[in-house]
């Protein structure tokens, strides 16, 4: 008798164990939106250009407008991470997940962008990119009706897997994709960028449900453009007020271009 009782105590510990691991792995803190920031910091981008970007995006996280899109979602909060990325294996994450549901928290996520510097790397690899947010999504110790990758970049993609295999593959995960193209003929090697770089993210990038585009055509409109985007990811209620390009879908467009215009240039071999 003894040893039953000892035997079904076992039991019950093990139960008692495995189902605490199972609650732990399960128990993950639910917010509004997961939201990616994926940022081009290519070489092709100037100094000045990356830290317009880090400060662009600093200044829209501390926002009223954006703070408030936050404040009015179901649980009041949001799980935001940020990575800069580059080639295929360039990809620094500068704030990992990290929750905002006031303006202190949206401050804390400010001092981590602002610590250190942005450094710039080769090439340009978009579908890396994806693919590298895709993980950190898998990995987000939250859970959320609404998972969103934000990218933005200068040029189109030239290297890693085709962008257009990892978006319909990440969308078909459930993972929105919006853009924003930077239309701004700067940085080191504009020569090599494509007039339509709006288009060709409305095509080859952006996927998923209310997925969009919002082009930068100068720097000046940076900070501004953030600011809107991030409104429009974190809204509720739908705004009709925004310079925005929907999904595209033409069977016609080359999303391969990036890379056949990779394989033809005969100088600055590594610079995008």
């Not at 093990?14 to 939201?35: H, N």
């Not at 339509?196 to 409109?221: H, K, M, R």
């Amino acid at each position: 008798m003894r040893r039953l009782c000892h035997l079904v105590g076992t039991i019950i510990a093990v139960t008692t164990l495995v189902t605490g691991f199972v609650c732990a792995a399960t128990a993950a803190e639910p917010v509004d939106v997961e939201l990616v920031l994926a940022v081009d910091v290519s070489l092709s981008m100037s100094h000045d250009e990356l830290d317009i970007q880090r400060e662009g995006y600093a200044a829209a996280l501390l926002d009223k407008a954006v703070l408030d899109a936050i404040a009015a979602g179901p649980h009041g909060k949001i799980a935001i991470t940020y990575f800069e990325w580059a080639g295929t294996g360039s990809h620094q994450l500068v704030v990992p997940w990290t929750v905002i549901s006031n303006r202190e928290d949206a401050e804390a996520v400010v001092s981590m962008l602002t610590k250190y510097p942005p450094a710039s790397a080769r090439r340009t690899s978009i579908s890396g990119a994806l693919e590298f947010g895709a993980d950190l999504i898998a990995e987000s110790p939250f859970s959320s009706a609404k998972r969103v990758i934000d990218i933005s970049g200068d040029g189109p993609n030239n290297q890693g897997a085709p962008v257009l295999e990892v978006r319909d593959r990440l969308v078909g995960q459930g993972i929105i994709i919006n853009g924003l193209p930077l239309i701004t003929n700067g940085g080191y090697s504009n020569a090599y960028d494509v007039s339509d770089l709006d288009t060709y993210y409305s095509n080859c990038v952006i996927g998923g449900p209310g997925a969009f585009v919002i082009p930068v055509n100068a720097w000046e409109q940076f900070p501004e453009a953030i600011r809107r985007k991030l409104v429009l990811e974190l809204a509720f209620k739908q705004r009709h007020d925004l310079p925005l390009i929907r999904v595209q879908a033409n069977q016609a467009y080359d999303c391969l271009i990036g890379e056949k215009m990779w394989r033809s240039r005969s100088w600055m071999w590594d610079s995008r």
